[in-house]
């Protein structure tokens, strides 16, 4: 008996060595694939506005701070004071900045890795709460691959890196069920978020304790759980402290009322929308996985006793009835959302690999398949004949359709290497996406600013200031020109034109007209915009 107890015990050793092997593998596999299509063509567009603009600049001036200013507690913002996140990333970004140079591929950079690493650690939650290693696979294939979450993760934003934190408070929440020892890294998860964006640490935090009052009740008694959210509130209370000490009642109102709290109540900077705006969002920017979405959310209710369930259930509808309800809205808020989809979505998947071979299949999912390869083959040959070409549009199209019609016909046939196609497929046509010169398609919205600011340092003008014909309020122009080139509405303009001895525009072709051209010199003209200044007398 003893014999046969000690054989026992060393194949379970050795059954957990391979499955711990297999699972190092798996973190591998997906932490190299989330990288390449993270970082690959990282720095080949301009920043976009915003937030993009924002950050680099905010990082930049993290940089050049001299010693004993304090710049990494007190940031700014052009020379005046940043309240509206604390600097986390824009450290790590100044820090990118020292190694690499300021551009834009360092810019992106730190947002990047830490939204690709989010990648593991999602199959790493999933190993948790899944009763088989398929599941969490899938989840975190189908995370990865959601063009949310690929556009969103490879800008310079703050959101990748927040679901990346919070995936790490999750999972250590998830551990902590059989090693309390993992408390310490909820608190370090929970101040990692409110270092990067504030109140979203309070948001999250909710939803890993409502899921733990329902899952798990022991541990919200547990004086360690306690112990390990004090710890990282710590940080997080000294930054506020130091910021309150330092701008008074300055800091509560701009940094706390007018940046974080005022947008659940009011709508920021005319960011409004219906409360179903997000739904809106992820129905359309999910495709193709918002086609087994319902599936998925009607099994995930069916097996809501079990724990991987509970905590899908309490994060949707705990995160997004939060949102929901907030008066500003911003498409990136919904991004935390992702993750809870691809578990959902990773659970059905789970279900389906398990099904007796050449089980039929829902007809939905054929059907919205088919769908999908014949609106993409639709667009290539759009691109490929229809008004001017576009190669790259044509071939992100054709690789969607081909990918969606291999699919639907092996679903049709009941074949379940649909999965392995449809994530494959999808995954290629992600990297040709942001090989593209359209995957930060906001750039299209406006007026380039690299050629303005190009044909304003080729000028080498002596000024401090260049005025353009916009009366837009650009960070990406502040970050590039560095300040010189500052918007102007027409009013403004022919004041400066008037009162100014020597002043230098930046004008469009229809304010170019306002302008008399016997008074106007010419210094260069590039995209649509020409560099001006008054004639000298003598000329």
């Not at 063009?147 to 995936?167: I, K, Q, Y």
């Not at 909710?206 to 798990?216: Q, R």
């Not at 004086?223 to 130091?242: D, R």
């Amino acid at each position: 008996m003893q014999k046969e107890s000690f054989i026992w015990d060393r194949v379970e050793k050795q059954y957990r060595r391979m499955d711990k092997r297999i699972d190092r593998i798996w973190l591998v596999i997906l932490l190299v694939a989330a990288v390449i299509l993270f970082t690959i063509n990282l720095g080949d567009l301009p920043l976009r506005d915003w937030d993009e603009g924002t950050v680099a600049q905010v990082a930049r001036e993290l940089g050049r701070a001299r010693e004993g200013e304090m710049r990494w507690l007190f940031p700014t913002l052009g020379g005046e004071p940043y309240h509206n996140k604390p600097p986390l990333i824009h450290l790590i970004i100044a820090w990118a900045y020292s190694l690499g140079g300021v551009n834009e591929w360092t810019t992106r950079l730190p947002g990047a890795i830490l939204t690709a690493i989010s990648v593991p650690f999602l199959y790493s939650i999933g190993r948790e709460i899944f009763p088989c290693r398929i599941c969490a696979v899938y989840s975190a294939l189908v995370y990865l691959t959601m063009l949310p979450v690929v556009r969103h993760g490879r800008l310079a934003m703050l959101d990748g890196a927040a679901v990346c934190f919070f995936t790490i408070m999750l999972l250590c929440v998830l551990r902590s069920r059989r090693d309390l020892r993992y408390c310490l890294g909820v608190g370090i998860g929970f101040a990692l978020i409110c270092l990067t964006k504030s109140i979203l640490g309070i948001l999250l935090a909710a939803v890993a304790m409502i899921y733990l009052f329902w899952d798990t009740p022991r541990l919200l008694t547990s004086k360690y759980m306690w112990m390990g959210m004090f710890i990282g509130a710590a940080p997080v209370a000294f930054w506020y402290g130091a910021q309150w000490l330092h701008y008074g009642h300055n800091f509560v109102n701009k940094g706390m009322m007018n940046q974080s709290f005022s947008r659940i109540w009011t709508s920021v900077e005319n960011h409004s929308g219906p409360p179903w705006y997000y739904l809106l969002e992820i129905c359309k920017y999910t495709w193709p996985w918002l086609i087994f979405v319902p599936a998925s959310l009607r099994f995930t209710w069916e097996n809501r006793n079990l724990s991987w369930a509970k905590l899908v259930i309490v994060w949707l509808s705990v995160y997004l009835i939060a949102i929901s309800v907030m008066g500003t809205k911003l498409p990136w808020y919904v991004f935390p959302i992702y993750p809870a989809i691809a578990l959902m979505i990773g659970a059905k998947f789970g279900q389906v690999e398990n099904l007796p071979l050449l089980t039929p299949l829902p007809k939905f999912w054929v059907v919205m398949l088919s769908f999908l390869a014949l609106i993409s083959a639709v667009g290539s040959t759009y691109y490929s004949w229809g008004g001017t070409p576009e190669p790259q549009l044509q071939l992100i199209f054709a690789s969607l359709s081909v990918t969606m019609a291999l699919s639907a016909l092996r679903a049709q046939r009941g074949d379940r290497q649909f999965l392995k196609v449809l994530l494959w497929g999808t995954y290629v046509s992600l990297l040709l996406f942001v090989k593209s010169n359209y995957w930060v398609w906001e750039l299209n919205e406006d007026y380039p600013v690299k050629p303005v600011v190009q044909m304003v340092a080729q000028a080498n003008l002596k000024v401090k200031t260049v005025y353009i014909s916009s009366t837009e309020n650009r960070p990406s122009l502040d970050f590039y020109s560095e300040g010189t080139i500052k918007p102007a509405p027409p009013d403004d303009l022919k004041y400066y034109w008037q009162h100014d001895k020597q002043p230098y525009f930046l004008l469009n072709e229809n304010a170019l007209k306002d302008f008399p051209p016997d008074s106007v010199r010419v210094i260069a003209e590039q995209e649509g915009w020409t560099l001006v200044t008054k004639k000298s007398p003598s000329n």
